[in-house]
């Protein structure tokens, strides 16, 4: 039996009635066999990033230092971000620059625009793809997927209810997973 893929997921939004929130609670529970996600839930919790702070051989703050574990243990990360003032909100660009040092070099990487609106977020994907390029990760362009999610079909539970959004979630987390298989047979 193959090892499964371990896919973090990860909302770029603070707001309690999140539409990116419910996206990454829904592909938590959507996820195909073989596929094993957990939800990163410490957005809130990270000081502002402050080079002074992520020094190679010193301890991290706890939250950062989390982040990181969570990133190491994942074989790959989803985001799934709003955007703010056509670009990413502050608080998930922060979480981002905590990645700088370590966490996402050279990790497999995509991301779910849930944006009900046909041009929304594009601005926060073109900066996200930016300083992911930056940071050396390994964009896995099938995975990446422009998912309207209305309001609407986000239920009391906080799920997105819709089955032809749960069924797009499960495929991208399907291609993410194919991807990490790949690399993982290319590694030997």
């Known amino acids: 039996m193959a090892e499964p893929v371990r896919i973090l997921l990860v909302s770029g939004s603070l707001r309690s009635g999140s539409t990116n929130s419910a996206v990454v609670r829904t592909a938590h529970e959507v996820a195909p066999d073989g596929v094993r996600t957990s939800i990163y839930d410490g957005l809130d919790d990270l000081p502002h990033f402050n080079p002074d702070d992520d020094v190679e051989g010193e301890p991290l703050a706890p939250a950062p230092a989390a982040l990181r574990a ?33 966490g996402t070099y050279d990790k497999p990487v995509a991301w779910v625009n849930a944006s009900a609106s046909p041009t929304g977020a594009v601005g926060a994907h073109e900066s996200l793809r930016k300083v992911l390029t930056y940071t050396n990760t390994d964009i896995v362009e099938v995975a990446c997927a ?3 999610v209305p309001r609407r079909s ?35």
Request: net charge negative.
């Open 70 to 102: 969570q990133l190491d243990e994942a074989d790959a990360v989803l985001f799934s971000t709003p955007e703010y003032a056509g670009a990413l909100p502050g608080s998930f660009k922060n979480l981002l620059d905590w990645t700088v040092g370590g």
């Open 146 to 148: 422009h998912i309207p």
């Open 154 to 188: 986000v239920g009391a539970d906080g799920l997105v209810d819709d089955p032809g959004v749960r069924e797009r979630l499960s495929a991208v987390l399907s291609a993410l997973a194919e991807h990490v298989t790949g690399r993982r047979r290319a590694d030997g």
